[in-house]
């Protein structure tokens, strides 16, 4: 089964390529991406790399975890799932905000 492993500090220079290159020697990748800016298209300083074998990723987190890659330290390990954001506003009711002063009811 495939794994996903987090990879944080990279340098702004670090590509999805060099990325990949970088954990080939551990197994099969099936995706090696560098996350970034949506506005600027800079790099954000992690990414994420998946193998295709469990066994594969955690070698290469026990291998890769504290190296150097492109002049930075990463930090490699296992990637969590996003919890699912709350959409709409926060807080609630119908504006006043909390301790308006105001009896709703």
Do not use: C, H
């Given at each position: 089964?495939?794994?996903?492993l987090f990879v944080?500090?990279?340098s702004?220079?670090?590509k ?14 099936t ?22 074998q ?9 291998k890769?975890?504290?190296t ?5 330290t990463i ?6 799932e ?17 301790g308006?002063?105001?009896n709703?009811?």
């Open positions: 089964m495939a794994k996903k944080g500090g990279l702004w220079d670090t999805d390529d060099g990325l990949r290159q970088a954990f080939a020697s551990y197994g099969e990748i995706e090696a991406k560098v996350i970034t800016d949506r506005d600027t298209g800079r790099s954000r300083g992690f990414g994420f790399v998946t193998f295709a469990d066994d594969d990723a955690k070698t290469a987190i026990s890769m975890d504290g150097n890659l492109d002049g930075k930090k490699v390990n296992e990637a969590q996003k919890s699912p954001r709350g959409g709409g506003r926060s807080g609630g009711g119908f504006g006043g905000g909390r308006s002063g105001r709703r009811w």
